[in-house]
């Protein structure tokens, strides 16, 4: 009879990683580059490429701070935020324009565009065309569940801002999925 | 379609994605420079070298102060040698030990790293340092 598995616990592979062992970390990467991935690629705009530069990116600085993980959290939820926060530097240092105030009269209204019916791929194609910024606030808000504190915090800018500028993608979106809008 | 059942097909998007490449093999190409956890870590041979370079100047100082310089005798330093060396002044006692064991560790992490520019360099400073250990005590005495 075969020698049952060992069974490796994120906790001790993170340990054995910070210090030094890489086969640890690569379990580590196998067990959490999925759920990396999924989020920097949608943050990316659904760009196979970059997304995987940020999660090279993201796994090598996971890496380099381990010795700081305090273990306060679970290790999948430090290196998520960890992956997240190299998706929105790599926003910021594209050149993306800081988020300004919005002004009600640049928003569509909201009564004025319906909920339309979207396929995944096509909201997904409708998303990745959306502003950086204001992808990443309806990418972190509405998909991935963030608090508009949390999102503020991240970016950079007010909660207000925030807001208004999940607000402004959720009407963009909209518009783009309007029937016999070109996607 | 109302709001309610947009947001929840929005969130249905939140699901890992496997990446279409295995990333690991670039990742781990890129773990090599970085050397992480340890670099932050502060190997001991870096705090022992930083240490030892302190320690020899301020002997070195101190001896200056004294004035127990003998007239200079040469170049009479070589590059240490594998032995542990004890020098005759006893204040130059503990920068020798510091000395020896930062070399002793940095020749161990060039075994894992016979590469690295940087630890050769470390290895070659305490060498010169050991060297101008020596030439102290030898003034000393």
């Known amino acids: 009879m075969p020698p049952p598995p060992v069974a490796w616990s994120d906790a001790d592979d993170a340990r054995a990683a910070a210090r030094g062992d890489r086969q640890a970390f690569q379990r580590l990467y196998r067990q959490h580059v999925d759920r990396v991935y999924g989020a920097v690629y949608r943050l990316a705009g659904y760009d196979h490429a970059r997304a995987e530069d940020l999660t090279q990116d993201a796994f090598v600085r996971a890496w380099q701070k381990l010795a700081d993980f305090r273990h306060e959290s679970a290790f999948g939820t430090w290196l998520y935020r960890l992956a997240v926060n190299v998706a929105l530097m790599d926003i910021r240092s594209r050149g993306a324009q800081p988020v300004g105030f919005v002004g009600e009269e640049d928003l569509p209204d909201p009564g004025e565009v319906p909920f339309c019916a979207a396929e995944r791929e096509e909201l997904e194609r409708a998303i990745a065309k959306l502003p950086p910024r204001a992808r990443a606030v309806l990418v972190l808000h509405d998909v991935e569940g963030w608090r508009h504190e949390e999102i503020a915090s991240e970016l950079d800018m007010a909660v207000g801002t925030s807001k208004a500028q999940l607000h402004r993608a959720r009407g963009l979106l909209r518009r783009m999925l309007e029937p016999g809008e070109p996607s | ?141």
């Open chain 2, 1 to 141: 379609m109302n709001e309610f059942e947009w947001r929840r097909q929005l969130r249905e998007l939140r699901a890992p994605v496997v990446p279409p490449h295995d990333l690991w093999a670039r990742i781990d190409a890129a773990l090599e420079p970085a050397e992480p956890a340890r670099t932050s870590a502060r190997p001991g041979w870096l705090l022992a070298a930083s240490f030892a370079g302190l320690s020899l100047l301020a002997v070195g100082l101190s001896l200056r102060q004294g004035a127990v310089i003998a007239p200079q005798q040469g170049s009479t330093a070589t590059a240490a040698t594998q032995a542990p060396w004890k020098p005759d002044d006893p204040r130059l006692a503990g920068a020798a030990v510091e000395l020896d064991a930062a070399r002793l560790e940095l020749r161990q992490a060039l075994e894992q790293a016979p590469h690295s520019a940087g630890l050769q360099r470390l290895l070659s400073r305490t060498h010169q340092q050991q060297s101008r250990l020596r030439q102290l005590d030898q003034q000393a005495g």
